[in-house]
């Protein structure tokens, strides 16, 4: 039985499409309408309590976070070429930059928009302005997050990017542009925005 993702268009199940892509393994989409709350029914809420998208279902595993289906499909399906080996001294970078997306990006960028006033020191994910030097300074000098090799942790990094900037929630870099134009120029970039596009066009969403 291929992996099951179930997915949205207008989710970050559109990244995780990207990350199967890149991963190279068969998968079905099970399109969740979350525009209709079909996520909060018992079919996804029974695999994933948060009832969210993305969730994955490889047999009998489950797994939910954009950021942990990605770097689970690297390390599964795709060991040495989208993932450094467990004793490899870039894992360190890789994990790094994965794991800056969801805890750091993601927060300072909805802490900034809902004008929420915390402390610095307490708040993980900082100050927006140290989270965007410090996001440029990933890839400042450099291709992708480990180098010139690219590795699932720019479909996690560089993917969060992207979908902040389209919904100009992070304001554009050269390096960040530059960045995200390499990742789009991917093979496998390309096959899952065109399935997104096909997907948005089947359900009348544009
Ligand atoms: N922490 C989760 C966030 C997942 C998430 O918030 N998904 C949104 C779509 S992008 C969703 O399913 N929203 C519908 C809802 O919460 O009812 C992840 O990184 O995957």
């Given at each position: 039985m291929p992996i099951q993702l179930y997915y949205?268009?207008?989710?970050r199940a559109a990244g995780t499409l990207w990350a199967l892509e890149e991963a190279g393994v068969a998968y079905d989409l099970v399109v969740t309408d979350i525009l209709k709350g079909?996520?909060?029914?018992?079919d996804l809420v029974t695999r994933n309590?948060?009832?969210?998208?993305p969730t994955l279902v490889d047999g009998e595993l489950v797994v939910s976070e954009a950021a942990a289906i990605a770097l689970y499909l690297a390390d599964r399906y795709a060991p040495g070429r989208l993932a450094p080996a467990?004793?490899?001294?870039q894992r360190g970078t890789y994990l790094r930059w994965s794991l800056f997306a969801p805890s750091v990006i993601e927060p300072a960028v909805m802490a900034k928009g809902a004008g929420w006033e915390v402390k610095e020191m307490s708040?993980?994910?900082?100050r927006y302005d140290t989270m965007i030097a410090s996001a440029e300074s990933a890839i400042a000098d450099r291709d992708f997050v480990l180098g010139s090799a690219f590795s699932m942790a720019d479909v996690v990094f560089g993917g969060t990017l992207r979908f902040m900037m389209d919904f100009k929630q992070i304001e554009p870099t050269p390096t960040f542009t530059a960045y995200v134009q390499r990742l789009d120029a991917r093979a496998a970039y390309q096959r899952a925005n065109a399935r997104n596009q096909a997907m948005r066009k089947e359900l009348g969403l544009q």
């Open positions: 949205h268009p207008y989710s079909a996520q909060k029914g018992p309590p948060m009832g969210k998208l467990l004793d490899d001294p708040a993980g994910w900082g």
